[in-house]
């Protein structure tokens, strides 16, 4: 069974500019997450899907980030002006439902962002 | 709100030797589910252990055992044997009914075995 694919694997770009990762989830997946992660620190929730619609994006800071998934298979995240703060490892993740009881989230390999 | 502590930035262990990981959580809700996370340096997250709060018995998966303490909000994780594939970063994570299945992390304990 083909894994979470994520990517590029590491992108850099300069603050101001626009930059957007790609995540293709397990086949069948319904719950799609995307998480933060700076460094030092655990991952932290960003957007939630199901199946096309947003669950829950309360800590996505919309002035800047937005994300689809379009058809609910594939999804992308981007930011739109990147600030230094937004370096960091962004992870995918997808489930079968929402993660309780024996559902597991299975993640992704991630995109290391460094903005300079 | 769900928290997670994990005290201890980092940790090492000879081969072979035990080591336990320490991990507190905050908590208001009744039944929830506690989760220990490993990620080597390819990055990608994988779950060692899972345990159940209505489960008085501790969750053990081969090597790895974790020691439940409820009423103390307490949640470690035990690693026998240890080998130099366990060197990484280990992430405790709760969940509960109603997070919609959104894990809470603590900060993560580097944990290094030397051989």
């Known amino acids: 069974e083909a894994g979470v694919a994520q990517s590029p694997r590491y992108k850099i770009i300069e603050k101001r500019q626009s930059v957007a990762f790609w995540c293709n989830p397990i086949s069948g997946h319904a719950t799609l997450y995307w998480y933060q992660q700076i460094l030092g620190q655990g991952p932290k929730l960003l957007i939630q899907?199901?199946?096309?619609?947003?669950?829950?994006d309360s800590q996505l800071p919309k002035d800047r980030f937005s994300a689809e998934r379009l058809k609910g298979v594939d999804s992308t995240l981007k930011i739109q002006p990147a600030k230094l703060e937004d370096s960091a490892v962004y992870l995918c993740a997808s489930s079968l439902g929402r993660v309780y009881g024996n559902t597991e989230a299975f993640f992704g390999q991630g995109t290391r962002l460094t903005v300079v | 709100a769900q928290t997670v502590t994990q005290s201890q930035p980092e940790m090492s262990v000879q081969e072979a030797e035990t080591v336990t990981l320490s991990c507190t959580y905050d908590t208001s809700e009744s039944n929830y589910y506690l989760f220990w996370y490993k990620q080597p340096p390819s990055r990608q997250m994988i779950l060692v252990i899972r345990q159940e709060a209505y489960k008085q018995q501790n969750a053990t998966e081969n090597r790895f055992s974790v020691n439940f303490q409820k009423a103390a909000k307490s949640f470690s994780l035990k690693i026998s044997d240890s080998q130099l594939g366990d060197t990484a970063m280990y992430f405790c994570a709760t969940v509960y009914g109603g997070s919609q299945g959104n894990l809470i992390f603590g900060k993560g304990t580097k944990l290094s075995v030397k051989p």
């Open positions: 899907f199901q199946n096309n619609g947003v669950v829950d």
